[in-house]
């Protein structure tokens, strides 16, 4: 398989540049017919890089380039005809390319369009997509560690995207329409019938699940990111609110209270989903929730008890229907991230058929024990050594919440380089507040001097370690060891049985960016040596871990 190209179907029927210009009209894109004469296409790329035989190639007008600009490469590559708007086809003509082309003012929403007539994905496998500032990947592999129970089921996410063996790293949380829609074909020609993959709010924004429909949309939070896209909370939420409408989805399941904020976005975006004509079910958090949530919700969680370093809990519906499960994954987040995906499979299917995924919620370990990768990820249990992707201040809060324990908490941890300089003292600050020893190292420095950002995340934690002093209250070590190897390798050093490790912010990420040198780094790994080398039992590697012993590839 042609890893940059990805997922592409074993059969596509050609399609004429004709028929599929009619059918860009009938879709509401209104399309003209340029240049010479009729094509048929069997594939469909917006990057020249991805364009095999038989394409049909899409020149969108990007931040840096127009892909028009591309069309000649494209050519070169096989394709056969291109869609772009006017300005792109102005440079197709400009340039010589020979090509028929499509014209259409909106080539971003054609898009979806015409990769979903290409590959006739609109009878594809059923997806399950879910939204929300935090939560996402966990959720999509909790979701289909509960569908496989009873189908075959695909995964498209930040990690890697997975259709029974075949696996690929992700470049994208969601990736563009054209692979998405080849990647649904393709998956359904494997048997693939359901899909649980992430939404980012980048892909809502470009329109990258344009001619998608949901099943079931999920959503888990949301908080303050991506502003630099969004530019508001209120266009954040605009923006994840329109993977409910009911164009987009058949059921919505919204999380009401998972956050505590004044605008109560959970129960905005139930009402939304609602309004709109959506079938609509909602969930409130109870014992895991942020704050009490407006009126009743659907589904309530009602029982909540530590089981190992997970928990069981039981949702009880306002009929007074149970669902018991357990999540094997430290952390109180993970049991809503665990009672959403719980629900959307359940609302996935007639009621009459919940039996047997009762049964696989109910039975332990289940479908929440799995592992997903550098999510809170279990490395070894005496002392807890934990691989975690929190990578800004609420994440690192969070999650050195859940692994508090009898013993201390030793965080290893650093800032990313070229990235939000603001967050890192916070992220410093947030560290001794929450641990008992400090290690910070570096992440990604990319093309920045590591040292400076390691003083910078220091000089965070050194402040609230001189206020808790002042006041007599905790002691707490801030050190500082590079590379993150090191560090790692220090905090085992000094573990005792009762300790919690928690290296936190590149979960399953396998490449460091130093300087623009792909360094491999896998925290998993590290700590697993580390752990091994002190003489302490670890746990095996999870089976769905990606890394570099899998031979699969990694984003940077
Ligand atoms: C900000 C953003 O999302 N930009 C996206 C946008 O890039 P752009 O406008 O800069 O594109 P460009 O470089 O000007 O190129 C224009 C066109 O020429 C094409 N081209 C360009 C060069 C070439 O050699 N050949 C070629 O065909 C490009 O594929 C593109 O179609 O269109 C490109 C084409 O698909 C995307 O790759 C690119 O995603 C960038 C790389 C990106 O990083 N996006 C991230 C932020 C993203 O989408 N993240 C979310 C998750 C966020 C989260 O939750 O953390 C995600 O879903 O992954
Ligand atoms: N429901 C949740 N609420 C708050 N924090 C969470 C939740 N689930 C996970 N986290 C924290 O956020 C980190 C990222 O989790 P996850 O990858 O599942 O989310 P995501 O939405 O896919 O984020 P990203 O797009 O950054 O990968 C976890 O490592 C954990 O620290």
């Known amino acids: 398989m042609n890893v940059r190209s990805g997922f592409r179907p074993a059969q596509v029927a050609p399609v004429s540049v004709t028929e599929l210009a009619e059918h860009l009209d009938a879709e509401g894109y209104p399309a003209q017919r340029v240049g010479p004469e009729d094509a048929h296409v069997t594939g469909i790329a917006m990057d020249s890089r991805k364009v095999i035989d038989g394409d049909l190639y899409v020149g969108v007008s990007g931040a840096q380039h127009h892909g028009a600009d591309y069309a000649r490469v494209a050519a070169a590559s096989g394709a056969r005809a291109v869609l772009t708007d006017a300005r792109g086809a102005a440079r197709l003509a400009a340039d010589g390319v020979g090509l028929p082309a499509i014209v259409v003012t909106d080539v971003r929403g054609a898009l979806g369009a015409a990769s979903s007539r290409i590959y006739r994905s609109d009878d594809a496998a059923q997806l399950y997509g879910v939204t929300g500032t935090n939560g996402k990947t966990t959720t999509t592999y909790f979701m289909r560690a509960l569908l496989d129970k009873t189908q075959h089921t695909g995964l498209i996410g930040t990690i890697e995207i997975r259709a029974k063996e075949r696996v690929v790293p992700s470049e994208f949380t969601t990736p563009e329409a054209p692979e998405l829609h080849a990647l649904l074909m393709s998956m359904q020609q494997d048997g693939i019938s359901a899909v649980a993959m992430e939404v980012s709010s980048h892909s809502i924004s470009y329109r990258r699940i344009a001619g998608l429909r949901y099943h079931v949309a999920g959503f888990t939070n949301l908080t303050q990111d991506h502003l630099d896209l969004h530019g508001s909370m209120q266009e954040y939420f605009e923006t994840k609110a329109a993977l ?230 905790r002691h707490i070590e801030v050190l500082e060891i590079a590379p993150r190897a090191e560090a790692i390798e220090a905090a085992v050093a000094m573990a005792d049985a009762d300790d919690v490790i928690l290296v936190a912010g590149r979960g399953h990420e396998t490449i460091q960016d130093v300087a623009g040198d792909p360094v491999p780094l896998d925290d998993r790994v590290e700590l697993r040596r580390a752990l091994s080398h002190h003489g302490w039992i670890t746990t095996p590697p999870a089976s769905t871990t990606t890394g570099p012993d899998d031979g699969i590839l990694n984003k940077s």
């Open 244 to 473: 409910f409408d009911p164009q987009r989805c058949d059921t919505a399941v919204i999380t009401l209270n998972a956050t505590d904020e004044p605008e109560h976005w959970g129960e905005k975006m139930a009402r939304h989903a609602a309004e709109q004509g959506t079938e609509t079910i909602t969930l409130d958090l109870g014992p895991v929730a942020a704050r009490a949530c407006e009126g009743e919700a659907d589904w309530t969680l009602t029982e909540l008890t530590p089981h190992g370093l997970g928990h069981r809990f039981t949702l009880r519906h306002h009929d007074g229907t149970e669902v018991r499960s357990s999540v094997g994954l430290p952390g109180e987040f993970n049991v809503a991230n665990a009672a959403l995906a719980a629900l959307m499979v359940l609302h996935g299917s007639p009621r009459q058929e919940w039996g047997p995924l009762l049964d696989a919620l109910a039975v332990e370990p289940g479908p929440f024990d799995n592992a997903v990768p550098g999510r809170m990820e279990v490395v070894s249990k005496r002392p807890a050594g934990i691989v975690d992707f929190a990578h800004n201040a609420d994440g690192l809060a969070q999650a050195l919440k859940s692994v508090r324990g009898d013993g201390r908490t030793i965080l290893v941890f650093g800032a990313t380089g070229e990235r939000d300089v603001s967050k890192r003292p916070i992220m410093g600050a947030v560290a001794a507040r929450g641990a008992d020893v400090i290690i910070v190292t570096d992440d990604d420095p990319h093309h920045e001097d590591p040292a400076p950002i390691r003083q910078q995340v220091r000089a965070g934690a050194i402040e609230v370690q001189q206020e808790l002093t002042a006041i007599g209250e």
